[in-house]
């Protein structure tokens, strides 16, 4: 793979002009993607009660690392995606695609993000500090070529939705660096992510409409199509759903009221990549979808609350011996 320099003669250019292009590829905007850290906040709080100045602390210390390293991952990302963002209708004006960036120093940043990220990891626990690494090395696997992830059919969904249960880990490791979330649970978020992921896989590959410039612009388009995108859509909601259910029927039963916003959210999200210039495609900008992001804040609020508040009602009327009736021997 080879890549074009930069245009010449940048130092003529101000000073604002020459370091933006470096700040729009560490891809700031998108630090709200780490929301999928707070779950993983508040589940280890339903557990574990630390002082409050320390949790504070270790919050926005373990924040500011978590967006660090995904900066670092977002800069690897752009440079290793350049030859392919430049076969896309809108990529192709990205500062490293238009080539408005000087390769090495793209480089030293995603070093110096990735570096600076594990340092302020090191403030809080050392749980983090592995969960974050994990997240940097998983930046690589998914975007350097011989392995490259995101080339390859399935393990391209699979291997960046990954980030979503260390995300949950960083959160949980923020508040309580011992122990760990359930397995059922962290199959669950995969799963979903995967779900969004397949579904902005499905909305680009449906914006493109070009069997030829999509395999051109995103190679695992070779692969797939509409109808093999939709399956796997269909696969990950259901596994991720039921893995959902598992931990609600073994850990906390009050998240079945829940069961059906949840849904909802998903339903919601998979509407919009059938639509023309989905907001499916940019999840950085889905804040801008009302009936999306009220139905999240529905379903994030009503898993908060039954997190914490107990229904002992629900004991007895999901009881696998009808209405508490004793079996007779």
Same mark, same amino acid.
């Given at each position: 793979?080879?890549?074009?320099?930069?245009?010449?003669?940048?130092?003529?250019?101000?000073?604002?002009?020459? +370091?933006?292009?470096?700040? $729009?590829?560490?891809?700031?905007?998108?630090?709200? *993607?780490?929301?999928?850290?707070?779950?993983?906040?508040?589940? @280890?709080?339903?557990?574990?009660?630390?002082?409050?100045?320390?949790?504070?602390?270790?919050?926005?210390?373990?924040?500011?690392?978590?967006? %660090?390293?995904?900066?670092? $991952?977002?800069?690897?990302?752009?440079? #290793?995606? &350049?030859?392919?963002?430049? %076969?896309?209708?809108? *990529?192709?004006?990205?500062?490293?695609?238009?080539?408005?960036?000087?390769?090495?120093?793209?480089?030293?940043?995603?070093?110096?993000?990735?570096?600076?990220?594990?340092?302020?990891? *090191?403030?809080?626990?050392?749980?983090?500090?592995?969960?974050?690494? #994990?997240?940097?090395?998983?930046?690589? =696997?998914?975007?350097?070529?011989?392995?490259?992830?995101?080339?390859?059919?399935?393990?391209?969904?699979?291997?960046?939705?990954? $980030?979503?249960?260390?995300? #949950?880990?960083?959160?949980?490791?923020?508040?309580?660096?011992?122990?760990?979330?359930?397995?059922?649970?962290?199959?669950?978020?995969?799963?979903?992510?995967?779900?969004? #992921?397949?579904?902005?896989?499905?909305?680009?590959? /449906?914006?493109?409409?070009?069997?030829? /410039? @999509?395999?051109?612009?995103?190679? !695992?388009?070779?692969?797939? $199509?509409?109808?093999?995108?939709?399956?796997?859509?269909?696969?990950?909601?259901?596994?991720?759903?039921?893995?959902?259910?598992?931990?609600?029927?073994?850990?906390?039963?009050?998240? =079945?009221?829940?069961?059906?916003?949840?849904?909802?959210?998903?339903?919601?999200?998979?509407?919009? !990549?059938? *639509?023309?210039? @989905?907001? &499916?495609?940019?999840?950085?900008?889905?804040?801008?979808?009302?009936?999306?992001?009220?139905? +999240?804040? +529905?379903?994030?609020?009503?898993?908060?609350?039954?997190?914490? +508040?107990?229904?002992?009602?629900?004991?007895?009327?999901? @009881?696998?011996?009808?209405?508490?009736?004793?079996?007779?021997?």
């Amino acid at each position: 793979m080879s890549f074009a320099p930069a245009l010449p003669r940048t130092e003529r250019l101000p000073i604002v002009a020459r +370091v933006s292009p470096y700040l $729009n590829i560490a891809r700031f905007d998108h630090w709200v *993607k780490n929301v999928f850290v707070l779950p993983g906040v508040v589940l @280890s709080l339903s557990v574990f009660t630390p002082r409050w100045q320390e949790l504070v602390f270790h919050l926005v210390i373990g924040m500011l690392a978590v967006g %660090c390293v995904a900066s670092s $991952n977002y800069v690897l990302n752009e440079v #290793m995606d &350049a030859p392919f963002d430049r %076969c896309h209708p809108t *990529k192709r004006l990205r500062p490293v695609a238009s080539r408005r960036v000087y390769l090495p120093c793209a480089f030293a940043e995603w070093l110096f993000l990735g570096a600076l990220g594990l340092g302020l990891a *090191k403030f809080v626990s050392g749980p983090l500090v592995w969960t974050l690494m #994990m997240l940097w090395i998983m930046g690589i =696997i998914y975007n350097v070529p011989p392995v490259r992830s995101k080339d390859l059919p399935y393990l391209d969904v699979l291997s960046e939705a990954v $980030n979503n249960p260390l995300r #949950m880990f960083a959160g949980w490791y923020i508040v309580r660096p011992l122990s760990s979330p359930p397995l059922s649970l962290l199959i669950s978020y995969w799963m979903i992510g995967c779900f969004f #992921m397949a579904t902005k896989r499905y909305a680009e590959y /449906k914006e493109l409409a070009d069997p030829a /410039k @999509s395999a051109a612009y995103r190679r !695992s388009f070779a692969f797939y $199509n509409e109808e093999r995108l939709l399956t796997s859509i269909m696969f990950y909601a259901s596994f991720g759903m039921l893995m959902l259910g598992a931990f609600i029927i073994r850990y906390r039963l009050e998240w =079945i009221l829940a069961f059906p916003l949840v849904a909802l959210v998903m339903a919601i999200y998979l509407s919009l !990549s059938f *639509k023309p210039d @989905s907001a &499916a495609q940019r999840p950085e900008g889905l804040y801008r979808e009302p009936a999306l992001m009220s139905s +999240v804040i +529905v379903a994030a609020a009503v898993l908060t609350i039954f997190l914490f +508040v107990s229904v002992p009602a629900l004991q007895r009327w999901f @009881s696998p011996i009808p209405f508490g009736l004793s079996v007779r021997r």
